[in-house]
């Protein structure tokens, strides 16, 4: 992580009708880190992830990705801005009728005047990076575990070489091994890739064991961000309450257990 910072968010008001999501959200995320999003359900987290992202647009103030004011760019420019993005949804979002090579190649059938030749060793390039075997190419999203669908779900995000990888709960619905498995991948392919992650999560063992910093949404607003063994010790309402219990402290414990 470097002092560049590779997405600022200024002033950010996001609304749904009369219901208010943000309200002067500020934001900065640096080239070369993993930053997870935390907060209450129901904070914004995912809307503040899709406006990060260019997915949507906000209702007031100032997103700017590499250097530049998304509003002021012209159709053209945002498209080849959002291609330099990779977004992960939740429960993976693959095509059901497409194999999982057929949905790693399907951004580079859009978006590329790749050869069919080097788009077939583009997309299992990506799945090999995903951590899956080469006969998972031909199954079907119906055909694979969960942490099966994540890895074929992340092989398409990296599909087109993103420099920022964006993540919605990676790890959701995930056993505590795979899960496990699937924080190491991304932290693997951070460096590899030389990638910016950033993400949101519920998950306390990748908190500890994954991020650089970790923001805290509430109150319409980020209210801190720190590496995690800062933030948890932070005197704030919210984050006091949401760092106590039980669960944290083992999450804790596991992280500081020298492996």
């Given at each position: 992580?470097?002092?560049?910072?590779?997405?600022?968010?200024?002033?950010?008001?996001?609304?749904?009708?009369?219901?208010?999501?943000?309200?002067?959200?500020?934001?900065?995320?640096?080239?070369g880190e993993i930053?997870?999003?935390?907060?209450?359900?129901?904070?914004?987290?995912?809307?503040?992830?899709?406006?990060?992202?260019?997915?949507?647009?906000?209702?007031?103030?100032?997103?700017?990705?590499?250097?530049?004011?998304?509003?002021?760019?012209?159709?053209?420019?945002?498209?080849?801005?959002?291609?330099?993005?990779?977004?992960?949804?939740?429960?993976?979002?693959?095509?059901?009728?497409?194999?999982?090579?057929?949905?790693?190649?399907?951004?580079?059938?859009?978006?590329?005047?790749?050869?069919?030749?080097?788009?077939?060793?583009?997309?299992?390039?990506?799945?090999?990076?995903?951590?899956l075997e080469t006969?998972?190419?031909?199954?079907?999203?119906?055909?694979?575990?969960?942490?099966?669908?994540?890895?074929?779900?992340?092989?398409?995000?990296?599909?087109?070489?993103?420099?920022?990888?964006?993540?919605?709960?990676?790890?959701?619905?995930?056993?505590?091994?795979?899960?496990?498995?699937?924080?190491?991948?991304?932290?693997?392919?951070?460096?590899?890739?030389?990638?910016?992650?950033?993400?949101?999560?519920?998950?306390?063992?990748?908190?500890?064991?994954?991020?650089?910093?970790?923001?805290?949404?509430?109150?319409?607003?980020?209210?801190?961000?720190?590496?995690?063994?800062?933030?948890?010790?932070?005197?704030?309402?919210?984050?006091?309450?949401?760092?106590?219990?039980?669960?944290?402290?083992?999450?804790?414990?596991?992280?500081?257990?020298?492996?």
């Amino acid at each position: 992580m470097n002092d560049e910072p590779i997405i600022q968010l200024s002033g950010i008001h996001n609304c749904f009708g009369r219901h208010v999501v943000h309200k002067d959200l500020s934001l900065q995320v640096y080239r070369g880190e993993i930053l997870g999003i935390i907060g209450v359900s129901g904070g914004g987290k995912t809307v503040l992830l899709h406006t990060m992202a260019m997915l949507r647009r906000p209702n007031q103030g100032k997103v700017r990705v590499f250097g530049r004011d998304t509003h002021s760019l012209a159709p053209d420019e945002e498209r080849l801005l959002r291609l330099r993005l990779g977004f992960m949804f939740q429960n993976g979002a693959l095509f059901s009728s497409l194999t999982v090579f057929e949905n790693v190649r399907f951004p580079l059938d859009e978006h590329t005047l790749l050869s069919p030749e080097l788009k077939q060793e583009v997309a299992m390039l990506k799945i090999h990076l995903a951590g899956l075997e080469t006969d998972s190419a031909a199954k079907y999203p119906r055909e694979l575990s969960g942490g099966m669908i994540k890895r074929a779900a992340l092989a398409r995000t990296l599909a087109l070489d993103p420099t920022v990888l964006f993540l919605d709960e990676p790890t959701a619905g995930l056993d505590p091994v795979t899960a496990g498995a699937f924080d190491d991948l991304v932290v693997k392919l951070k460096s590899m890739l030389d990638l910016t992650v950033v993400m949101v999560t519920h998950d306390l063992d990748t908190l500890w064991h994954a991020t650089d910093r970790v923001a805290f949404l509430a109150n319409q607003r980020i209210v801190a961000v720190a590496p995690i063994e800062t933030l948890a010790k932070l005197p704030h309402p919210a984050i006091a309450a949401y760092f106590s219990g039980r669960r944290v402290s083992q999450a804790r414990e596991r992280a500081w257990k020298p492996k």
